[in-house]
C-alpha cells in the first residue's frame, strides 16, 4: 500500500532563509507526486505536481520539489521564504487513479 | 471562476441528530471526493464520486453516506451523527478519474457535543 511520510511536524525559518520540507513515500512504481499548500481557515492549494520528465519541478510563488526515485523522495524547497508562506504544506502521491494519499503535513512558520 | 463551495462552514449538533453537508463546484468536474481532516493524520478518503448516482466508498465510509443527483453537487450525510464525527470536512473535484490535481473547497467544521 502507497504511504506517504512527512519526519516534520512543525519547522520554524527566518524570513528570507531557505527552506526544505521532506517528504518520502513508499509505491512500488512511479507515482504522481503532489505538494499542496493550506492557509487559515483555506482549503488546500495545489504548489506544484510530478507526473514525468524533469525531476526537478517548479511551482507558484518560488517553490519547487525534486523527485529522487532511489530515495522515494520529493522533498520541496524555497529559496527565500517569506511571512505570508507561512501555511500547512502537504505531500501527496497517486497512482495514476482516482486515489490520493497524503502525509500528515508540515507546519510551517516563518518569523521576522 | 473554477471553484469549490462548501456549506456550511461552521455546524455543531448534538449526538444523534443527523447532519449534511453540502459541496458545489462550477466546473463540470467529473470527480468529486468527500475527505476529513484530524490534527496529525492528514486528510482521509471517505467517499468518492465517478459522476451522478456512482460513489464509491473510500478509507473511512463507516458512519457516512453521500448523494449526487447533479454532476456540480456532493452531498455528505450522516445519520446519526456521534462524537469522534467531530472534524474538518473538505470536498475536493477533479477533471476526470485520472486527471491529477484535486480542487478542495474551503472545509465544514462540525463538531458533535
Known amino acids: 500500500a502507497q504511504s506517504v511520510t512527512q519526519p516534520d511536524a512543525r519547522v520554524t525559518v527566518s524570513e528570507g532563509a531557505s527552506l526544505q520540507l521532506r517528504c518520502k513515500y513508499s509505491y512500488s512504481g512511479t507515482p504522481y507526486l503532489f505538494w499542496y499548500v493550506q492557509y487559515p481557515r483555506q482549503g488546500l492549494q495545489l504548489l506544484l505536481k510530478?507526473?514525468?520528465?524533469?525531476?526537478v519541478v517548479q511551482g507558484v510563488n518560488g517553490f519547487e520539489a525534486e523527485f529522487i526515485k532511489s530515495n522515494s523522495s520529493f522533498h520541496l524547497r524555497k529559496a527565500s521564504v517569506h511571512w505570508s508562506d507561512s501555511a500547512v504544506y502537504f505531500c501527496a502521491v497517486s497512482e495514476g487513479n482516482y486515489k490520493y494519499v497524503f502525509g500528515a503535513g508540515t507546519r510551517l512558520k516563518v518569523i521576522a | 471562476d473554477m471553484k469549490v463551495t462548501q456549506m456550511p462552514r461552521y455546524l455543531i449538533k448534538r449526538m444523534g441528530e443527523n447532519v449534511l453537508l453540502e459541496c458545489g463546484q462550477d466546473?463540470?468536474?467529473?470527480?468529486m471526493y468527500w475527505y476529513r481532516q484530524d490534527p496529525g493524520l492528514g486528510l482521509q478518503l471517505i467517499y468518492i464520486?465517478?459522476?451522478?448516482?456512482?460513489?464509491s466508498e473510500g478509507d473511512i465510509p463507516k458512519g457516512y453516506r453521500v448523494s449526487r443527483k447533479k454532476r456540480e453537487h456532493f452531498s455528505l450525510i450522516l445519520d446519526s451523527a456521534k462524537t469522534n464525527q467531530t472534524s474538518v470536512y473538505f470536498c475536493a473535484s477533479s477533471l476526470s478519474i485520472n486527471t491529477g490535481q484535486l480542487y478542495f473547497g474551503e472545509g465544514s467544521k462540525l463538531t458533535v457535543l
Open positions: 510530478y507526473y514525468s520528465g524533469d525531476p
Open positions: 466546473m463540470s468536474h467529473e470527480t
Open positions: 464520486s465517478y459522476d451522478v448516482d456512482s460513489n
